[in-house]
């Protein structure tokens, strides 16, 4: 068997967070998140209920099939770009809050190749400024929602 080749997320140019259709890259997506990712964590589950009964021998467990997505993402805000303020609270001007049915439009490179995207809710973002530090730091919490239509927005490629 051959060696696997691991992912490594310094094989990935320009690690921004970006929005726009999957596919698109940060030159070229409607970009409303300005931040150079450093760390992420990237939360996937769906949820799992204890279904046993009386006289069963051994517990019995279900599960409901749903994806359930937060990311928190931290890094460093660019210079000259919006954070994402407005983006957090403004459903008329946000992609993310306001997306097309047909399209995803937050995409996250992990490594070549490897992309995540769906659509997003900004639930939470921090803005951490240190007077010594050499940059301004970013922390940002969002949760994965349906289309507008209802369906899974979530997509994982290759």
Request: overall charge negative; cysteine-free.
């Given at each position: 068997?051959?060696?696997?080749?691991?992912?490594?997320?310094?094989?990935?140019?320009?690690?921004?967070?970006?929005?726009?259709?999957?596919?698109?890259?940060d030159?070229?997506?409607?970009q409303?998140?300005?931040?150079?990712?450093?760390?992420?964590?990237?939360?996937?589950?769906?949820?799992?209920?204890?279904?046993s009964?009386?006289?069963?021998?051994?517990?019995?467990?279900?599960?409901?099939?749903?994806?359930?997505?937060?990311?928190?993402?931290?890094?460093?805000?660019?210079?000259?770009?919006?954070?994402?303020?407005?983006?957090?609270?403004?459903?008329?001007?946000?992609?993310?809050?306001?997306?097309?049915?047909?399209?995803?439009?937050?995409?996250?490179?992990?490594?070549?190749?490897?992309?995540?995207?769906?659509?997003?809710?900004?639930?939470?973002?921090?803005?951490?400024?240190d007077?010594?530090?050499?940059?301004?730091?970013?922390?940002?919490?969002?949760?994965?929602?349906?289309?507008?239509?209802?369906?899974?927005?979530?997509?994982?490629t290759?």
């Amino acid at each position: 068997m051959p060696t696997p080749i691991l992912m490594r997320p310094t094989s990935v140019t320009g690690l921004i967070l970006s929005s726009g259709a999957v596919g698109t890259d940060d030159a070229t997506g409607t970009q409303n998140f300005y931040i150079k990712v450093v760390t992420a964590e990237l939360d996937h589950r769906t949820k799992i209920a204890d279904v046993s009964g009386d006289g069963d021998a051994s517990p019995h467990s279900a599960i409901n099939y749903w994806g359930y997505v937060d990311w928190m993402i931290r890094g460093y805000g660019i210079a000259a770009q919006a954070i994402a303020y407005d983006s957090m609270i403004n459903p008329a001007t946000s992609p993310t809050t306001n997306p097309t049915a047909s399209g995803t439009n937050v995409v996250f490179n992990v490594s070549s190749g490897i992309s995540y995207a769906g659509r997003f809710f900004i639930s939470q973002f921090k803005v951490s400024f240190d007077r010594t530090s050499a940059y301004v730091g970013i922390t940002m919490l969002m949760r994965k929602t349906a289309l507008l239509n209802g369906t899974d927005s979530y997509v994982e490629t290759p």
